[in-house]
């Protein structure tokens, strides 16, 4: 049971983190406006969640300029992958012991 615990990643422990992810997972990238939406978060919660992800290097974040209006856009990388793979492999491990 111990070994299993180890594998939770801390830094997906909140709701938030672990929406970001999901969503990064099944899309290419997502956009902060799509991401507030999806996850029912004010600005400020998305933008400090998301900075925990990037200082992880679980996610990237590229500010751009779409005509004269800002654009955040976020995508997963291999590490933040690979991370979030592992930690629903151990959460289904944990809820399948009884």
Do not use: C, W
């Amino acid at each position: 049971m111990k070994s299993i615990i180890q594998n939770i990643n801390k830094a997906f422990d909140h709701r938030i983190r672990l929406g970001i992810m999901s969503v990064l997972m099944v899309n290419d990238s997502a956009d902060f406006s799509t991401l507030k939406e999806l996850l029912g978060v004010t600005d400020g919660n998305l933008a400090s969640h998301a900075k925990a992800l990037e200082l992880e290097n679980y996610i990237e974040i590229q500010k751009q300029f779409i005509g004269k209006k800002p654009n955040t856009s976020y995508r997963a990388t291999k590490d933040g992958k690979l991370a979030f793979v592992a930690h629903i492999d151990a959460l289904e491990k944990l809820i399948q012991k009884k």
